[in-house]
């Protein structure tokens, strides 16, 4: 872990949905194999050390997002978190997340957050201060015993699907992210039993291949699976009728659990 110093914190975004990204850290211990954004790696100047064992933190980041939140207009959108999780282990000590969510607060900025920590919940009380907040959790392994593995240092399952009961018993508008899906080890059906009734939309991702650190992403699925099926879900992420239909199971979960789909972003062109 390290300090560092930025220029700015809020910077914009090409992702759906979202016109701004705030992210207070740089890299993540949450340590999921499949993490697309190791690319990060690139421009953070950590050469020797791998992705998802290290973060540095954005000491200023309070100071310079109460510059930066001045360009933005009541009707855009912040993402907390795009190519890090804003509750990060070390967030429990440091809070640079809480108070800069306090600031936004203060600003009643239109707010969104993505997150596999349940430490989420220790800021319900600055999310009710929002006109506009949505709080997110990712799910997409839904057994406890792989995720152990694909995601060591992120919060159980079972623990996220509860935050996101809390977080609705709390009147957040919250919502599932159900990613990333892999072939063979998502079950969709229990993610959506589990999540029923307590929360106010889904997205969903296919497993994205490109950016990943596949020889270690194939080590884990060996150790979970074998050789022979770790090869079969490497080729089907490549199959386009396959995520068709995903795309289609999704849908049709959706309307039997009365529960708004927002879309399923993938990887392989149609």
């Not at 992120?154 to 018993?169: G, P």
């Amino acid at each position: 872990m390290a300090e560092i110093l930025c220029k700015s914190i809020i910077t914009k975004s090409k992702l759906p949905e979202t016109d701004y990204c705030c992210n207070i850290y740089v890299g993540c211990t949450h340590g999921c194999v499949y993490c697309y954004a190791r690319f990060m790696k690139r421009f953070t100047g950590h050469t020797n050390e791998e992705w998802g064992y290290f973060v540095d933190y954005k000491s200023n980041a309070i100071n310079v997002l109460k510059k930066d939140i001045k360009k933005i207009k009541k009707y855009e959108r912040v993402l907390m978190g795009s190519v890090t999780d804003s509750y990060q282990p070390i967030e429990k000590k440091l809070q640079l997340t809480r108070r800069c969510l306090k600031a936004m607060a203060d600003f009643d900025i239109n707010i969104s957050i993505l997150t596999k920590s349940v430490l989420v919940l220790r800021d319900i009380d600055i999310f009710k201060r929002f006109t506009n907040c949505e709080v997110g959790i990712s799910c997409g392994i839904n057994n406890s015993e792989v995720s152990k593995i694909l995601e060591p240092h992120a919060s159980s399952i079972e623990k996220r699907f509860d935050a996101l009961r809390k977080l609705k018993q709390n009147g957040i508008k919250c919502y599932a992210f159900i990613g990333p899906i892999i072939p063979y080890i998502t079950d969709l059906e229990k993610i959506f039993y589990n999540i029923k009734d307590n929360v106010d939309f889904i997205m969903a991702e296919a497993l994205n291949l490109r950016g990943i650190n596949l020889p270690l992403f194939k080590k884990r699925l060996i150790e979970l699976v074998g050789e022979e099926n770790t090869n079969k879900i490497i080729a089907t992420c490549k199959n386009n009728e396959y995520w068709n239909m995903v795309e289609k199971t999704i849908v049709k979960l959706s309307s039997k659990y009365g529960i708004e789909n927002k879309g399923f972003f993938r990887h392989v062109k149609r």
